[in-house]
């Protein structure tokens, strides 16, 4: 059927901010949803209180607002605008929460509103647990055997019934909060409370636990014809029992025979089919008993998925905006795919090649948290490693994780006492697939291996064939010894040259030399939905080591950007905004855009978004041979947070050219001593400060600057392993733990301002003019994480002479380390005496936050003084402030109960929100500055 003409203006409800369970892969979603209705001549109306993503960005939309996700904020857009429908299926849970509450209150009907691609009735469906499971059981299909239970007696009586080992899944909530694995009735009675109070209608499923079955999911979209299309198989290499979010998938399935996938083909549409009427995406769980092949339906989401995202990197299929298209009317065949521009949307994407989805965890953050995996997500980001076989796309994806693994093992961080291995594998945690190869490796049987984990055989077998490899490849002394034959076929199996090179104990260049002398180089692959059975042209492409190259380097001008790889906590989705808008600027700037990253949740990973995009790890094996094909005039590093930052020395050694800002320069600004003397030289006040090399160094450094502290390693990310500390005692347990967990860095040691006020200004230098884009004084006092503090644009209690000393300082250090682009440096005020204390030469954390505030293309304009294609003074840069802009940190601390959740020196907060007043006297402020108090009170 057409598209429904009477559609002229959609709101579409974002999902806030980042928090553990709902991530960015949401900003991917909305931004081409929106993009998808607007190619339709569809205003498009936004709401997200996230200052950090693209999708808040007026490019995305025709109508920004960045205000709370409520009620309240919703009939104000509707007083404003007028709306013909809303898209809440784009924002994950919280704005499908919204717009039932919404519904509720009455104001969708008020204004005359219809929601489009969901069915509400449908939704409660897959939310109520009980609902849910007699309806699956009406259509023929199976689920677990369990009971709900809306009180703590209840509770029990379905555990007397069902027996251990069972689930406990709350209904209503997020990321499997408040879920539990259950083994011994002792442990039943804490788990069902923490389940109860975590359910916002206090209730919960008490649910026999199938440990050990396979777990499948389905990603799915259907039009108003009720015709299906199903997406993308994907596969969690763990079992049942651990988060979906928390597991290694693999797509195409690796392990299901043929007539268990038509099974799950069929029982999936079929169960998506009887859910309602809506047009949009969909996402089924099932298990599956690996002995009998039985299966069982776990849940349906009937809206795009956190998994939405990762099935549209991982096919190249567009799901958010075909979904988007569909909620106005298409029908699947009345549209194209947007790959082949050929074929039609209702043609099922195909896989030549296998993609491994790796989580990103962050617990050193969170000191006595539970390593341990289960049903409550923990991973803070993911990453996808594709390859031509299943073993290259996990060493791929290993790479790409940025925790200094070369790969799957063959690196310095194997273990090597049995014991310790097998007690890993017994209990998944982050680092379970590592321990997995070490137990192979040591000679543990496979069959210990599955019954200690319950990972299916061929998986372990893949892993084995590593092991077998590595054996054989310690016969050889030197790289030149390997036979041709031999380095290809572990160069396909997705070894690093330092993988190679740590097994033969010789440097990774001697094995890079040879194999390139040998001819064995990277090829590149196109992600075409169709396994190249139809003419595709899209600029997404992965290496491998195959003899065909189908990414042909054009004669354009070529500027290269690095990604920032997996979300983490202290590099997040802001990161990803302004790769963005640096890839914007060079298209603009009539020069090629090619984009490295290998987060599949992002925007800069989309297919259309850069010139040319490679799903690559951010590795310096795999750029340097992209660097090598495309031959760029440059690299910009600026823009990937401090992932991007780290690679510029090896830039530099290879002769590269980076973009903006030299690396000498850069460097000078990371390296503390001489950053230090040159703010002596020009006469920047600066906390005293020394560099340790061993503990009685930083002791005797500590004395001399006089207690408090703060100590922290040299080139980290986000506060990694800050501290404040007060005597020596404190001072040398802390320094040993910095060495023995980072032995290759230095020890900073700084005097600690006690009782001082922070604030940081972000500026664009374009090496003759500073424009300075914001000054932002932090709430709470120094001591506290810049990206755990609230901020407030502009300053508020700053005297007059401390902001006209920052500024001068700003332009001081930027012309004196002759930036080209980004700064952003932290003050710490004391006694109205302004101290300079570091310097970041890229974009920060903030930098996206005061874009929005101020309505200006702060990163578009950095980019392009960067590549010295303009001058600051060819912008005519006009502020837009409007009252004061606060940004608000947001944590996750209810997925880790029993961590430390004061605030310190190093970084906690998973993302951020911002909040517009107009002026200080607003009850928001109000509270927030009596926490300053509050701490200072401390």
Known sequence: MPRDTSIKSVLIIGSGPIIIGQACEFDYSGSQASRSLREEGIEVTLINSNPATIMTDPVTADHIYLLPLTVESIEQILQERQIDAVLPTMGGQTALNLAIEVGERGVWEKYNVRLIGVDLEAIELAENREAFREHVVSIGLSVAPSFIANSFLEGKDAAQKIGFPLVIRPSYTLGGTGGAFVHKEEEFDPALRRGLSMSPTHEVLVERAVLGWKEFELELLRDANDNVVIICTVENLDPMGIHTGDSITVAPAMTLSDTAYQQMRDEAILAMRSLGNFAGGCNIQFSQDPVTE???????????????????????????????????????????????????????????????????????????????????????????????????????????????????????????????????????????????????????????????????????????????????????????????????????????????????????????????????????????????????????????????????????????????????????????????????????????????????????????????????????????????????????????????????????????????????????????????????????????????????????????????????????????????????????????????????????????????????????????????????????????????????????????????????????????????????????????????????PRASRTTPFIAKAYKVPYLKIATKVMLGTHKLSDFDIKPQPSGFAIKVPVFSFEKFPNVDKNLGPEMKSTGEAIRFIKDLSDPFFVELDRQRYMYLAR
């Not at 016969?475 to 041709?484: K, L, S, T, Y």
């Not at 440059?634 to 690679?647: D, N």
């Open 294 to 840: 039985k299966l069982i339906v776990i849940e349906i989401n009937p809206r795009v998925s956190r998994s939405s995202a990762l099935a549209s990197k991982a096919t190249g299929y567009p799901i958010a905006k075909i979904a988007a298209k569909l909620a106005i009317g298409y029908s699947l065949d009345e549209l194209k795919n947007q790959i082949t521009q050929t074929t039609s949307a209702y043609f099922e994407p195909t896989l030549d090649y296998v993609i491994v989805k790796m989580p990103r965890w962050n617990f050193a953050k969170f000191l006595g948290a539970d390593h341990s995996l289960g049903l409550q997500m923990k991973s803070v980001g993911e990453v996808m490693g594709i390859g031509r076989s299943f073993l290259e796309a996990l060493q791929k994806a290993c790479q790409s994780l940025e925790i200094g693994r070369m790969g799957l093992g063959a690196d310095k961080k194997e273990w090597i006492r049995t014991s310790d291995v097998l007690e890993r594998l017994e209990q998944a945690s982050d680092d379970r697939i590592f321990r997995l190869k070490d137990a192979l490796r040591l000679g543990v049987p496979s069959k210990t291996i599955q019954k200690l984990t319950k990972i299916d055989p061929w998986f372990i077998k893949q892993i084995k064939r590593l092991v077998k490899v590595e054996q054989r490849l310690l016969r050889f002394n030197v790289a030149e010894d390997i036979p041709e034959d031999f380095m290809r076929e572990l160069k396909e199996m997705g070894y690093a040259d330092a993988q190679i090179a740590w097994l033969l104990r010789i440097e990774e260049k001697e094995v890079t030399d040879y194999r390139k002398k040998l001819n064995i180089r990277r090829t590149y692959k196109m992600v075409d939905t169709c396994a190249a059975e139809f003419e595709a042209g899209t600029p997404y492409f992965y290496s491998t080591f195959d003899k065909e190259n189908e990414s042909i380097p054009s004669d354009k001008k070529k500027i290269v950007v690095l990604g920032s790889g997996p979300n983490r906590i202290g590099q997040g989705i802001e990161f990803d905004y302004c790769c963005v808008h640096g890839l914007m600027a060079i298209k603009e700037s009539g020069m090629e855009s090619i984009m490295i990253n290998c987060n599949p949740e992002t925007v800069s990973t989309d297919f259309d978004i850069a010139d040319k995009l490679y799903f690559e790890p951010v590795f310096w094996e795999h750029i340097e041979e992209i660097l090598e094909l495309e031959k760029p005039e440059g690299v910009i590093v600026q823009l990937g947070g401090q992932t991007a930052l780290k690679l510029a020395e090896r830039f530099h050694k290879t002769g590269v050219k980076i973009i903006g800002t030299s690396y000498e320069n850069m460097d000078l600004a990371e390296d503390r001593g001489a950053f230090s003397d040159l703010l002596k030289e020009l006469e920047i006040p600066y906390p005293r400060y020394g560099v340790a090399n061993d503990a009685d160094e930083a002791i005797k450094i500590a004395n001399e600057v006089t207690y408090p502290v703060l100590v922290r390693p040299s080139y980290v990310l986000g506060g990694q392993s800050m501290r404040i500390v007060i005597n020596d005692d404190e001072l040398e347990r802390h320094v040993l733990s910095i060495f023995k967990h980072l032995p290759d860095n230095k020890v900073l040691i700084d005097q600690f301002l006690e009782r001082a006020k922070e604030a940081e200004i972000d500026a664009i230098c374009d090496g003759e003019q500073v424009h300075i884009m914001g000054i932002m004084e932090h709430i709470e006092p120094a001591g506290i994480h810049s990206g755990d503090s609230s901020a407030v644009l502009p300053t508020y209690s700053l005297s007059v002479e401390a902001v006209a000393q920052m500024v001068e300082y700003t332009e001081k250090l930027a012309k004196a380390l002759d930036i080209r682009g980004l700064i952003n440096i932290q003050f710490a005020i004391k006694d109205d005496k302004v101290y300079v204390i570091e310097a970041n």
